[in-house]
């Protein structure tokens, strides 16, 4: 089947009328028939009755007529839409990010890259590290921002953009809220969210519960989730200092040896970027991210700040 003899097709069944569909077209009659009787066999039955002074559609025909024409409209947009982008009126960015990776950290930049990337077409998706992986190797995103990434393949280049410490987040009710910090014997004696797939779960399990597992409250895969179980007393939250939190939530540092993390941005080594992907990554390796980080040593200032990356 060919674009032409659909396009035939569509405006026969506009025009009821061969002689006036080829003009439409563009093309003689003979050229028009020839090409709508191709589709008919193609499809293995009539679609047009044709009759001296009445041409009409068969039962097939009124059948595929609404088929044809999505077909024939998807095949335009995308040729409008391969052109587009050869015109780089279209600049598509597909940046993945880790649940526990706010969307607020790459707002800026996106803003700061469409000042000079015409047409630019954000999509952002959330997943964790590994499946990110998967879907950059795949090319189905440009780039990810994620946290620790246990065996990462060779061919993703990575760069540390900011490292960070993770911190108890939970209600103002909760009996350990009115802490300027919170001991590690009082984090093992109570009741934590559990964020399935997080990135840092070893590190805490290793250097807060070594003995044994936490005391593991409620579940979710999203923070938000967890966030709203914490508001209403259900457990504390161990979270990274950048996420954004409920206004009804506290945050308190951990006393002792923190769990720190770095946050990294991710690409396919060797693939050629398009211009709003190397546009990004310029972006983002240039970046002073502290300033993206407005918790970082607010809550104790004996703590380093994250480091901007050169270029």
């Excluded at 946290?147 to 061919?155: L, T």
């Excluded at 709203?228 to 161990?238: D, E, I, K, S, W």
Aim: with cysteine.
């Amino acid at each position: 089947m060919e674009l032409h003899q659909v396009r035939y097709f569509l405006a026969v069944a506009a025009t009821l009328n061969f002689t006036r569909a080829a003009e439409q077209c563009n093309v003689t009659q003979p050229a028009l028939t020839k090409g709508v009787q191709k589709l008919e066999q193609e499809l293995g039955g009539e679609l047009i009755y044709r009759e001296r002074q009445l041409t009409q559609l068969t039962d097939l025909g009124k059948e595929v007529l609404p088929m044809l024409e999505r077909t024939l409209s998807s095949a335009e947009a995308v040729c409008r839409r391969a052109q587009e982008f050869q015109r780089k009126e279209v600049a598509p960015l597909k940046i993945g990010l880790a649940p526990s990776i706010s969307a607020s950290l790459v707002l800026d930049p996106i803003a700061e890259i469409a000042k000079f990337v015409p047409g630019l077409h954000v999509e952002l998706y959330e997943g964790v590290a590994q499946r990110l992986v998967d879907l950059l190797l795949e090319g189905e995103i440009s780039a990810a921002i994620v946290g620790d990434v246990p065996d990462m393949p060779a061919r993703i280049d990575d760069w540390s953009l900011f490292e960070e410490r993770y911190v108890a987040v939970l209600a103002p009710t909760h009996r350990l809220a009115n802490r300027l910090s919170i001991g590690i014997d009082d984090l093992r004696q109570t009741v934590l969210l559990d964020r399935a797939g997080c990135d840092v779960a070893p590190k805490i399990q290793q250097k807060y519960f070594p003995k044994g597992p936490p005391h593991l409250g409620h579940c979710s895969g999203h923070e938000l989730h967890l966030q709203h179980m914490a508001a209403a007393g259900f457990g504390v939250m161990l979270a990274p200092e950048h996420m954004p939190r409920l206004p009804s939530l506290k945050t308190i540092p951990l006393e002792g040896d923190q769990v720190w993390r770095e946050v990294r941005l991710l690409a396919v080594q060797g693939r050629r970027y398009s211009p709003a992907l190397d546009a990004f990554v310029k972006v983002a390796r240039l970046r002073d991210w502290s300033i993206d980080v407005p918790h970082r040593g607010m809550l104790d200032p004996t703590f380093p700040k994250a480091a901007g990356v050169p270029a």
